[in-house]
């Protein structure tokens, strides 16, 4: 069983903290960045090169628009999964070696700012907007690579480190 009294004496423990600077410095900076994207912004298409756009859509669904649905039911249903995988990352992270621990300090940083969001907006908003001529991969957000440089460098991990 999960002894949530433990989780907190671990996640404060002393050799955790620079772990959990790392988690607050992503979330920051997504948080930074997007409210200055809410300011400065509003739902035109700005312009940057060939390459790139910063274009403000509001994502209801999972990373990169997944799932995006005007459900209230299914909205907070998928909310309430994204807790539940955010409490398990930070369990993992707290069990795992130091690579590891950066690596979901990384992913959890990422995944609160999202979580931030669905919360006090009922959606993310997501503004970079890659592509080459008529291809648009989909929109994101600072968060959302944080969340994918994470699990690539896991998966690299288990690629290169086999035990």
Not at 82 to 88: K, L, N
Not at 134 to 156: E, K, Q, R, Y
Request: glycine share 6%; proline share 1%.
């Amino acid at each position: 069983m999960i002894n949530l009294n433990e989780i907190k004496n671990n996640i404060f423990r002393r050799e955790n903290f620079f772990y959990l600077i790392v988690i607050l410095s992503v979330f920051g900076g997504d948080r930074i960045l997007k409210n200055l994207v809410l300011e400065k912004f509003n739902e035109n298409t700005y312009y940057i090169n060939n390459f790139l756009n910063f274009d403000l859509l509001w994502n209801t669904g999972i990373g990169f628009g997944l799932f995006s649905s005007n459900s209230s039911l299914f909205y907070n249903f998928t909310s309430g999964v994204i807790a539940i995988v955010i409490f398990f990352l930070i369990i993992a992270g707290l069990q795992s070696d130091k690579f590891d621990k950066i690596t979901f300090s990384i992913i959890i940083g990422g995944a609160l700012g999202n979580f931030y969001d669905r919360i006090v907006f009922n959606a993310v908003p997501d503004f970079i907007d890659i592509h080459y001529k008529n291809f648009h991969w989909f929109t994101f957000n600072l968060a959302d690579i944080f969340i994918t440089l994470g699990i690539i460098l896991l998966i690299c991990k288990s690629i290169v480190i086999k035990k």
